[in-house]
């Protein structure tokens, strides 16, 4: 059967939108060359037009430089229609990316949806909540706890507070009155013997420093500063 009817040729793939732009682009630039050519012979036209009398030739000459001249007009619309088609092309590679673009971000988009529904199951609202709540009298049972290992055994239960605070009130006034003089506490203050000398009246003892002044003025002295003999002892 393949030998009378052949074998079936896979049909080629259609041609993306940067092939059909890259061919746009090469058709363009050979009418380019194609105009460029023309603008070339038009200015030869010209200057024989310039260099030829009026007559039959000059006539001839204008007749090829509007011929030229037309050609050039054809070529110059393909070449706008193609750069029309080009921006066509574009356009559409760029409206092409973009649906690719959101192609990509739904994707991403479901996908993480997908985890994240996959994830909010394992994660209640409900047990958050229990949670927090065991949390909280687990908290209470420790502070009772603290406060019944912190409890002191020699206190007793009936203390009336504010027979406390008047206790504690008073010994702070008394300290205050203490503290009045010179800013030391009374229980701090040096102990004052009691001066019995002063309660009896007794003289004072000597302290042997130096003689009575009666006695050391009653001695006389002679020219030379000394003691001056007793006149008795010089009869003697």
Avoid: C, W
């Avoid at 732009?21 to 105009?35: H, L, P, Q």
């Avoid at 010179?182 to 013997?193: A, I, M, R």
């Avoid at 019995?196 to 050391?216: F, K, V």
């Amino acid at each position: 059967m393949r030998r009378v009817f052949g074998a079936k040729k896979d049909k080629e793939p259609p041609p993306s939108i940067q092939d059909a732009s890259e061919k746009i682009n090469k058709r363009g630039d050979t009418v380019d060359e194609k105009i460029k050519k023309l603008d070339a012979e038009l200015a030869r036209y010209k200057e024989q037009i310039k260099k030829t009398r009026p007559g039959p030739a000059q006539e001839a000459v204008k007749a090829r430089a509007m011929r030229i001249l037309k050609q050039k007009r054809m070529y110059e619309g393909q070449r706008d229609m193609l750069y029309n088609q080009t921006f066509n092309l574009d356009q559409v590679a760029f409206a092409s990316e973009g649906i690719k673009d959101a192609q990509q971000t739904m994707s991403a988009l479901k996908s993480a949806n997908k985890e994240l529904k996959g994830m909010m199951k394992t994660v209640k609202i409900q047990d958050i909540d229990n949670l927090q709540d065991e949390m909280m009298d687990l908290m209470d049972v420790s502070n009772e706890i603290q406060e019944t290992l912190g409890r002191s055994y020699n206190v007793p239960d009936d203390i009336d507070e504010e027979e406390l605070m008047g206790e504690l009130d008073a010994l702070e006034a008394d300290m205050g009155m203490e503290t009045e003089s010179d800013g030391v506490p009374s229980y701090l203050q040096p102990d004052k013997e009691s001066d019995l000398d002063a309660e009896l009246n007794l003289p004072s003892a000597p302290t042997g420093q130096g003689a009575p002044a009666s006695r050391y003025n009653a001695q006389a002295e002679d020219e030379l500063g000394l003691p001056a003999v007793p006149r008795a002892s010089l009869r003697g």
